[in-house]
């Protein structure tokens, strides 16, 4: 049976990211469910200070840019493995699911004062349980002539201008009807929505690459969950999916440019192995985690 790596990898890339958890085979959606919980929300921190420089630096950054929407994100909070000891056994993964925002996200995350809002823990959900964490998403496209498809960031974006990622964004709480915590909590529809949610998380990665590479969503594979990466810096976590597109790289190419979200890329290249390679150090860490991941998945394949 596939054990899951869960521990940070040991390689030169090691400051860049962590490894939260991986299946190189790929999970289906019927492999992974979510529970969505306000116990998996953010922490408040002690320091009054730190945490008031929550508002201060969100009141900055609208100053800065009025056109910065405060929306609602899935809070990363952990995971559950269920794997039986039978080799025949479907492996299954429960990630757990709280609320954030993109205020606390800036406030938090993206706060130049950020490591003082980790905990000392060898624990990643407690070392990180007063910062926002969003969970973002990524996925690596693979064409039916074997490129992936890699896009060079925009230079006015808020997060790593001019870097190269694979397409991606986040599930959204409001595709599943979520805006807070006050909702009918009865069994029937708590399960109703952790399976809403479960299936936003692949519904979501498919309308992130639609949107910003042009693909019809006809042409996409159903995507296959590979892991979990958080990259060191801000400690941002992104789930990534890999995902076979039937199209060609010049049909992508030609594609590209009327795509939904285009203003958010300069670029869209389609490269080797040996490119991506080459490239991949000039990526965010997260992206660069979700790399190895692809790497455990190719290496698994040619085993």
């Not at 009141?59 to 080799?87: E, I, M, P």
């Not at 990524?138 to 974006?157: F, P, W």
């Not at 808020?158 to 709480?173: I, K, M």
Request: hydrophobic content about 35%.
């Amino acid at each position: 049976m596939e054990k899951p790596i869960t521990k940070p990898v040991d390689d030169e890339d090691r400051i860049a990211y962590r490894l939260l958890l991986s299946y190189p085979s790929g999970l289906s959606p019927s492999q992974v469910s979510v529970v969505f919980d306000e116990v998996y929300d953010r922490i408040p921190h002690q320091d009054i200070n730190l945490e008031n420089s929550i508002s201060e630096i969100w009141d900055w950054r609208v100053q800065q840019n009025a056109s910065l929407f405060n929306g609602t994100k899935f809070r990363y909070g952990g995971y559950v493995l269920h794997s039986g000891g039978d080799s025949n056994q479907e492996q299954h993964v429960c990630l757990h699911l709280g609320l954030t925002d993109y205020r606390t996200f800036v406030g938090t995350n993206l706060n130049p004062l950020w490591e003082r809002f980790l905990d000392p823990s060898e624990d990643d959900c407690r070392q990180c349980q007063r910062t926002s964490s969003p969970l973002g998403n990524g996925a690596v496209v693979e064409t039916s002539d074997k490129r992936i498809l890699v896009l060079q960031r925009s230079y006015n974006v808020g997060e790593f201008p001019g870097h190269y990622v694979f397409p991606g964004g986040h599930p959204e709480p409001q595709e599943v009807g979520i805006v807070s915590h006050h909702y009918d909590k009865d069994e029937n529809n708590m399960d109703l929505i952790n399976r809403n949610i479960s299936r936003e998380m692949f519904d979501s990665i498919i309308r992130e690459v639609v949107e910003e590479i042009g693909v019809p969503a006809a042409s996409l594979c159903d995507p296959v969950f590979i892991g979990i990466s958080r990259r060191i810096l801000n400690v941002r976590p992104a789930a990534f999916f890999f995902i076979k597109c039937s199209l060609q790289s010049n049909e992508i190419q030609q594609l590209y440019s009327g795509a939904q979200d285009g203003y958010e890329s300069t670029q869209l290249y389609t490269v080797s192995m040996s490119d991506l390679e080459n490239i991949a150090s000039k990526m965010p860490g997260c992206h660069q985690g979700g790399f190895a991941l692809y790497k455990l998945m190719v290496e698994m394949k040619d085993m």
